[in-house]
C-alpha cells in the first residue's frame, strides 16, 4: 500500500531533500511509526473499505502497522524513516515479498468483521504479484501534515537506487488516482486494476530499473 502526496520528482531514483536527513528504522522506532502509518492511511479509500468503522479504524491501523514492521519489514527487508520520524518505506528484496504465516494469521485479526474482505483483496494481490525477481514497496506513508514535501518520495530513494544499480524491476500497488499518478513520475507504470466485491480500485505498478544508473 502506498499514501503520500508528496512530489514525486522525474524518473531516476529521488535524491533527499535539502534538510532532509534519512535513516534505517529499527524496533525502537516501531510505536512511533506505526502510529505515523496509521495517521497517514487513515483517509485511504482501500483502508476504509477494509475497516469502514471510522471508531476503531485507528486503533486497528496502529496494531496492523505495529505488525508489518515487527514481523516483515523489519526482519525481512528494510524501512527507511526520516530523522524527524515524519514518515517510513518499509520494502522487502527480491525472493522476500511473500507474507509470513505468522504475520498473515496476526494481521487477520486487525480487520474483524470485515476479515473476508481482507481476504479476498489479499488473494488477488497475491496473483497479480510478479515472480520475477524485484523489490516490493510495501507501505509507503507520510504524517498528513508532512505532506507534499517530497519526503515519501525521498523515503523510496534508497531502495529505487538499489533497484536501478542492480538492474531490479520495483512493484508496489497504489491505492488512489493521485498516489498512481505521483508514483508514474518516479518510473512506475500500471500492470492492471484490481477489485473485488465493490472495493475502490487498486493499481498494480512495475517500475523498470534506469538505464542510465545501470
Given at each position: 500500500?502506498i499514501?503520500?502526496s508528496?512530489?514525486a520528482?522525474?524518473?531516476?531514483?529521488p535524491?533527499p531533500?535539502a534538510?532532509l536527513?534519512l535513516?534505517r528504522a529499527?524496533?525502537?522506532?516501531?510505536?512511533?511509526?506505526?502510529?505515523?502509518l496509521?495517521?497517514?492511511?487513515?483517509e485511504?479509500?482501500i483502508?476504509g473499505?477494509l475497516?469502514?468503522?471510522?471508531?476503531?479504524?485507528q486503533?486497528?491501523?496502529?496494531r496492523?502497522?505495529?505488525i508489518?514492521?515487527?514481523?516483515?519489514?523489519?526482519?525481512?527487508?528494510?524501512?527507511?524513516?526520516?530523522?524527524?520520524l515524519?514518515?517510513?518505506?518499509m520494502?522487502?528484496?527480491?525472493?522476500?515479498?511473500?507474507h509470513?504465516w505468522r504475520?498473515f494469521l496476526l494481521?487477520?485479526?486487525?480487520?474483524?468483521?470485515?476479515l473476508?474482505?481482507?481476504?479476498?483483496?489479499s488473494?488477488?494481490?497475491?496473483r497479480h504479484?510478479?515472480?520475477r525477481?524485484?523489490?516490493y514497496?510495501r507501505d509507503?506513508?507520510?504524517?498528513?501534515?508532512m505532506?507534499?514535501?517530497g519526503?515519501?518520495?525521498?523515503?523510496m530513494?534508497?531502495?529505487l537506487?538499489?533497484?536501478?544499480?542492480e538492474?531490479?524491476?520495483a512493484y508496489?500497488?497504489a491505492?488512489?488516482?493521485?498516489?498512481?499518478?505521483?508514483?508514474?513520475?518516479?518510473g512506475?507504470?500500471p500492470?492492471g486494476?484490481l477489485?473485488v466485491?465493490?472495493?475502490?480500485p487498486?493499481?498494480?505498478?512495475?517500475?523498470s530499473?534506469?538505464?542510465?544508473a545501470?
Amino acid at each position: 500500500m502506498i499514501e503520500d502526496s508528496a512530489h514525486a520528482g522525474q524518473r531516476q531514483a529521488p535524491r533527499p531533500k535539502a534538510g532532509l536527513e534519512l535513516r534505517r528504522a529499527g524496533d525502537e522506532d516501531v510505536h512511533r511509526l506505526k502510529a505515523v502509518l496509521a495517521a497517514a492511511f487513515y483517509e485511504d479509500p482501500i483502508i476504509g473499505w477494509l475497516m469502514p468503522d471510522e471508531r476503531s479504524r485507528q486503533r486497528r491501523l496502529r496494531r496492523f502497522f505495529a505488525i508489518e514492521l515487527r514481523h516483515i519489514a523489519l526482519v525481512r527487508g528494510a524501512v527507511w524513516t526520516s530523522t524527524d520520524l515524519s514518515g517510513a518505506a518499509m520494502s522487502n528484496p527480491p525472493g522476500a515479498w511473500r507474507h509470513p504465516w505468522r504475520a498473515f494469521l496476526l494481521e487477520g485479526q486487525t480487520f474483524g468483521l470485515w476479515l473476508p474482505r481482507a481476504a479476498r483483496l489479499s488473494a488477488a494481490m497475491h496473483r497479480h504479484h510478479p515472480r520475477r525477481p524485484h523489490c516490493y514497496f510495501r507501505d509507503v506513508g507520510v504524517l498528513p501534515e508532512m505532506q507534499g514535501r517530497g519526503i515519501g518520495s525521498a523515503l523510496m530513494g534508497p531502495t529505487l537506487e538499489r533497484c536501478d544499480r542492480e538492474g531490479l524491476p520495483a512493484y508496489l500497488e497504489a491505492t488512489s488516482e493521485r498516489s498512481a499518478a505521483l508514483y508514474a513520475r518516479l518510473g512506475f507504470r500500471p500492470t492492471g486494476e484490481l477489485r473485488v466485491a465493490g472495493s475502490p480500485p487498486l493499481w498494480p505498478m512495475l517500475r523498470s530499473p534506469s538505464p542510465r544508473a545501470a
